[in-house]
């Protein structure tokens, strides 16, 4: 298989990266800093590290552009996030969005929506999006149409539940659109230990707050495995059974997304912001 997959230098996309290219396949390693990608992988055989910046709609576009002209792409894991809670004030980046809402929402949409030719030529194309298990400490949450953006309510922790909240609607309104032309997964993915270097980057209460999670915290090479086993199957999965547990079984929606109306909404929504990229599967519409 050539497998895309984005934050490739770190945590669980490093591991992803490794184990799927120590099993044969073709991996495009998707890395903010081509530098630290290369760091990270630069020695590892049949992995490519290429650029891209999920905050830029321009490093979206050309990086998009450059798979599509390599040919069919088997699978793509959206993995990379931000989710740095140091970050105590809304970031908003060169094209105008709170960083977390770009890099973690509207950034994925775009690139899968534009290599979306690249999958739609493969002969069994695969999508893996990434959902988080904190979110069920949030059982209120909804999507802010009317501030998606906003600096006002915005902490990290709201705007990193509010993205992952909108991946996870995003993975379910693609998959009931493109029915059993296209695999696509969302992995709710708990509590994962961080690499050492990003913990040490942390300010010392943050770093003393994660220290007991991140011991209890599950190793990223399993969920790196997990990752790997979800792209492996790929036979179309219904609506309802695209949300999955650690285990791969299907798992209750976050409230909010469970309603069709709503998904569509911000898929109509997110496809107008991020300038109605064309899809290239049948009954997938900007
Ligand atoms: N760790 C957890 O406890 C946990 C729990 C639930 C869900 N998850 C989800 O699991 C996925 C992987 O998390 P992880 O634990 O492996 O995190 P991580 O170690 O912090 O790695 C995140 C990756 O995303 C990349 N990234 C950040 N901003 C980016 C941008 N603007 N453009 C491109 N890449 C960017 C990072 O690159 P840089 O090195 O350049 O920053 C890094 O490669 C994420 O979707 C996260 O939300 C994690």
Redesign the pocket.
Known sequence: MKVAI?????????RAARLLASEGHQVIA????VE?GRSALGDVENVEVRQ?????RASVQDAAAAIVADGPLDALIN?????DQSQRRAVITADGHE?FWQ??HL?PFEFTARVSGALAAARSPRVLF?????IITMPRIRIRYEALDSPDWYSPTRG?YHS?LAQTMTAVHLAELAGPALSVACLR???????AD?LAAQPALLRALYAPKNRA?AD?AT?AGIYRNLIADGTPRAADAVYVDEHRKPVALPRFAAGPTERARLWSETSAIVGAPEWHFDGVRA
Do not use: E, M, Q
């Open positions: 984005t934050g490739a230098n770190a945590g669980i996309g490093l998707l890395c903010r800093s630290r891209l910046d999920l905050s830029s993995n990379a996030a931000v989710f960083s890099t973690n950034g990434v959902g988080s298990k904190g990193y992952k993915v708990p509590a994962v230990r961080l690499d990003r915290a990223p969920i």
